[in-house]
């Protein structure tokens, strides 16, 4: 999704009590955008899935992963 998009759906979340937000597939470069949009709209980053297949697992979201995510560097 767009910036502005992810911008308007985490606004809507948090108004109705979301505090979280969980990243999938974070190893396509654009989804960390909407993940950091998210972020910058008041939700906490949590965890993120870094692989394709969902079933690999979730690990958590630092500073140092979300910007490797973004450089698109291995993490």
Do not use: W
């Not at 910036?3 to 308007?8: C, F, G, L």
């Not at 809507?12 to 009590?17: N, Q, Y």
């Not at 979301?18 to 955008?33: M, N, P, T």
């Not at 949590?46 to 079933?55: K, Q």
């Amino acid at each position: 999704m767009d910036p502005e998009e992810a911008a308007d759906i985490a606004s809507a979340m948090s108004m109705i009590g979301a505090k979280y937000v969980i990243g999938s597939r974070l190893e396509q470069s654009g989804r960390i955008g909407g993940l950091l949009t998210a972020a910058a709209c008041g939700l906490t980053m949590t965890y993120g899935s870094h692989s394709e297949h969902i079933t690999k697992g979730f690990s958590l979201l630092t500073p140092n992963v979300a910007a490797k995510r973004l450089l698109n560097l291995p993490s």
